[in-house]
């Protein structure tokens, strides 16, 4: 149980494109997603909290027009990097909370998505 | 705010050796405690947990304890594989309802045969 799904796992696209990210929570509902970067040799930066029905919140210096967050169901919350620029390249990482509270203070995380802006 | 330092690695260890790997942390209250494993290529997975002072976390021949006087969760193995191999992230949690984690820089560990 409590797995939690990405797609696509790589993704290469060209720049000035746009390039959309999903995450899912496959056996469980998730009123709370949170979208993470990583780069490389480096810890995981939390980029936004995205509630289902809401506005999403974003961290500190994370351009919210860049990374549209998009929480539409209770199992699917998306990312969308616009007009992607070889510096948007990175890993992301999403994670969920169950919304019945399963795990105490645990998050689930999905298997990430790599993303290469040429 | 919450911070996590853990030493930065790589590690490397020939196989059947000891693994420790050291977590501190600052936080307010009382956090809940993690290890996360990431494997090349792959996202992130639950290792262990712990939720209060004085637990101890297992999974796998790891293990780690909440130490609130050091407020540390080292974690340490027996006898490590290759297939120990990866990078480990010390991670807490404030409990309450927001529940954003505060992960370390990750430590590289690579076991040789």
């Known amino acids: 149980g409590a797995v939690v799904s990405q797609h696509p796992s790589r993704v290469i696209c060209k720049s000035g494109t746009s390039v959309k990210i999903e995450c899912r929570s496959l056996?469980?509902?998730?009123?709370?997603m949170f979208w993470y970067r990583q780069f490389p040799k480096k810890s995981l930066m939390l980029m936004a909290t995205?509630?289902?029905?809401?506005?999403?919140?974003?961290e500190q210096g994370v351009e919210k027009d860049k990374f549209l967050i998009n929480h539409a169901s209770l199992t699917l919350s998306t990312l969308t990097v616009t007009s992607a620029h070889p510096e948007d390249s990175s890993f992301y990482i999403c994670?969920?909370?169950?919304?019945?509270?399963?795990?105490?203070?645990?998050?689930?995380f999905g298997p990430g998505t790599r993303l290469t802006v040429l | 705010g919450n911070s996590v330092t853990q030493m930065e690695g790589p590690v490397t260890l020939s196989e059947e050796a000891f693994l420790t790997i050291n977590c501190t942390y600052t936080?307010?209250?009382?956090?809940?405690l993690f290890w996360y494993v990431q494997y090349p290529g792959e996202g992130l997975q639950l290792l262990l947990k712990?939720?209060?002072?004085?637990d101890k976390g297992s999974n796998k021949g790891f293990e780690a304890t909440y130490r609130k006087e050091t407020t540390s969760f080292h974690l340490e193995k027996g006898s490590v594989q290759v297939s120990d191999s990866a990078v480990y992230f010390c991670?807490?949690?404030?409990?309450?309802?927001?529940?954003?984690?505060?992960f370390g820089i990750g430590t590289k560990l690579q076991v040789i045969p």
């Open positions: 994670s969920a909370r169950d919304r019945i509270g399963r795990g105490e203070n645990e998050q689930f």
């Open positions: 056996d469980f509902q998730a009123t709370t």
């Open positions: 995205s509630n289902e029905g809401s506005k999403a919140t974003y």
């Open positions: 936080a307010t209250g009382y956090p809940s």
């Open positions: 712990a939720t209060k002072a004085d």
């Open positions: 991670a807490l949690t404030n409990s309450g309802g927001y529940q954003k984690v505060t």
